[in-house]
């Protein structure tokens, strides 16, 4: 394994030295995912709209880059939903990046909600995270999480469909047939590395009205709702390098040439 042992996502390597997360990807070749598949539609039988009461069967996290073509096709074409598309403006979008998220939304016909913070309070942000967790992407993960479940309670669309879990598919923290959700819990102790925004309160120049974007909605609001995020990689075989390549041969969104990696389409 060539993971280092301190991931941030924690890893436990084996004494043949394989890595839990290359031990939770076997799975997928011994998984019957026809079955897994039949038990996401089960489940989202019952969030389909009868009527028109609501503008969306469920909502759906994008950037325009890494899954999203594949969520929304996954979503639109094989489930037959409707989903509301929404998008935190992460602020150092490239323009191929700005192009395929105008192209994911035209061309699957979706509406899409997006945020953008001001750039002076994104900049604070960032100096505080930084100081007390080494992060400048901490206000991306805060930002993309919060602004999709509180969405969902604004527009009282209960579902929520994720893309890959990211400690499953990285470190194998859980199995596929664990039944996790999208909760407060885990985007706390580990997207957001215990560290919440209202704790950036007092050590920054930050005040209460700059850091609503960031809120998770409250346990209240969601039981309320009954706002649930399911994800699409543990009712689907995930397999990122494929899926982008057929996605690109699908709908020939743009790719650019990166740093540090073999691939084009990453980001």
Same mark, same amino acid.
């Given at each position: 394994?060539?993971?280092?042992?301190?991931?941030?996502? &924690?890893?436990?390597?084996?004494?043949?030295?394989?890595?839990?997360?290359?031990?939770?990807?076997?799975?997928?070749?011994?998984?019957?995912?026809?079955?897994?598949?039949?038990?996401?539609?089960?489940?989202?039988?019952?969030?389909?709209?009868?009527?028109?009461?609501?503008?969306?069967?469920?909502?759906?996290?994008?950037?325009?880059?890494?899954?999203?073509?594949?969520?929304?096709?996954?979503?639109?074409?094989?489930?037959?939903?409707?989903?509301?598309?929404?998008?935190?403006?992460?602020? +150092? &979008?490239?323009?191929?990046?700005?192009?395929?998220?105008?192209?994911?939304?035209?061309?699957?016909?979706?509406?899409? $909600?997006?945020?953008? #913070?001001?750039?002076?309070?994104?900049?604070? $942000?960032?100096? %505080?995270?930084?100081?007390?967790?080494?992060?400048?992407?901490?206000?991306?993960?805060?930002?993309?999480?919060?602004?999709?479940?509180?969405?969902?309670?604004?527009?009282?669309?209960?579902?929520?469909?994720?893309?890959?879990?990211?400690?499953?598919?990285?470190? %194998?923290?859980?199995?596929?047939?664990?039944? #996790?959700?999208?909760?407060?819990? +885990?985007?706390?102790?580990?997207?957001?590395?215990?560290?919440?925004?209202?704790? $950036?309160?007092? &050590?920054?120049? $930050?005040?209460?009205?700059?850091?609503?974007?960031?809120?998770?909605?409250?346990?209240?609001?969601?039981?309320?709702?009954?706002?649930?995020?399911?994800?699409?990689?543990?009712?689907?075989?995930?397999?990122?390098?494929?899926?982008?390549?057929?996605?690109?041969?699908?709908? %020939?969104?743009?790719? &650019?040439?990166?740093?540090?990696?073999?691939?084009?389409?990453?980001?």
């Amino acid at each position: 394994c060539v993971y280092p042992e301190n991931h941030p996502l &924690n890893i436990i390597i084996d004494e043949q030295g394989v890595c839990s997360g290359c031990i939770v990807h076997e799975e997928k070749d011994q998984i019957d995912w026809s079955k897994r598949f039949d038990k996401l539609l089960h489940i989202i039988d019952s969030y389909r709209r009868t009527t028109h009461d609501r503008v969306a069967d469920c909502i759906v996290p994008v950037s325009g880059g890494r899954e999203s073509y594949f969520v929304v096709d996954t979503v639109k074409r094989k489930l037959g939903l409707r989903p509301l598309l929404v998008s935190y403006n992460k602020q +150092y &979008n490239t323009a191929i990046g700005i192009k395929n998220l105008a192209y994911l939304k035209t061309h699957f016909e979706c509406d899409l $909600l997006s945020l953008t #913070v001001s750039p002076k309070v994104v900049k604070k $942000l960032t100096f %505080g995270t930084l100081k007390t967790r080494g992060s400048i992407y901490w206000h991306c993960i805060a930002g993309q999480t919060a602004f999709a479940v509180q969405t969902a309670v604004r527009f009282k669309v209960p579902l929520i469909i994720w893309g890959a879990h990211q400690g499953l598919d990285q470190v %194998g923290m859980f199995s596929h047939l664990d039944e #996790v959700e999208m909760t407060r819990k +885990y985007r706390a102790e580990h997207d957001l590395m215990g560290l919440e925004a209202e704790d $950036l309160l007092g &050590n920054t120049t $930050l005040h209460e009205n700059d850091l609503h974007p960031y809120l998770y909605p409250s346990d209240r609001e969601i039981a309320i709702n009954g706002i649930r995020g399911i994800y699409l990689g543990k009712f689907v075989r995930w397999d990122s390098k494929a899926q982008h390549e057929d996605m690109i041969r699908k709908y %020939g969104y743009s790719t &650019n040439t990166q740093l540090r990696t073999f691939d084009t389409y990453n980001n």
